[in-house]
């Protein structure tokens, strides 16, 4: 089992930057590909951004493509989320997620994650 927990949210201005956090604990952690995703009021999850095990094959959504970037440090089992030139488009709850041990490479949709932190909440606004 992995438990995630993600950190690093909160109210930023339109063009600020946001930094998230996933830290990963468990009996089970290991060698896997992990995903950001959002979900907004009233629409469906959707990714953001995902990274390979080894960090070196990244995928992002068009709409953040240029201003958010992925990376991970795996001696310190932890993901991050680089959010630059922020847009209220961008107010969501952020989660991580994590594909199962052995899942090296990412994949774009939600149901290839089969661990999930509990959110934090990103609000970008004046």
């Known amino acids: 089992q992995v438990q995630l927990v993600e950190s690093g949210g909160g109210l930023v201005r339109p063009g600020g930057s946001l930094s998230l956090s996933c830290a990963a604990s468990?009996?089970?952690?290991?060698?896997?590909?992990k995903g950001w995703f959002r979900q907004a009021p009233g629409k469906e999850r959707e990714i953001v951004a995902a990274?390979?095990?080894?960090?070196?094959?990244?995928y992002y959504a068009d709409s953040v493509k240029g201003r958010f970037t992925v990376s991970r440090d795996n001696a310190k089992r932890t993901v991050y989320l680089q959010m630059h030139n922020l847009k209220p488009e961008d107010t969501a709850v952020y989660y991580c997620?994590?594909?199962?041990?052995?899942?090296?490479?990412?994949?774009?949709?939600?149901?290839?994650?089969?661990?999930w932190g509990q959110g934090t909440q990103v609000t970008v606004s004046s």
């Open positions: 990274i390979s095990w080894s960090g070196a094959s990244t």
């Open positions: 468990g009996s089970s952690f290991g060698v896997n590909a």
């Open positions: 997620a994590a594909r199962k041990t052995g899942y090296t490479t990412w994949d774009d949709t939600e149901k290839a994650y089969d661990f």
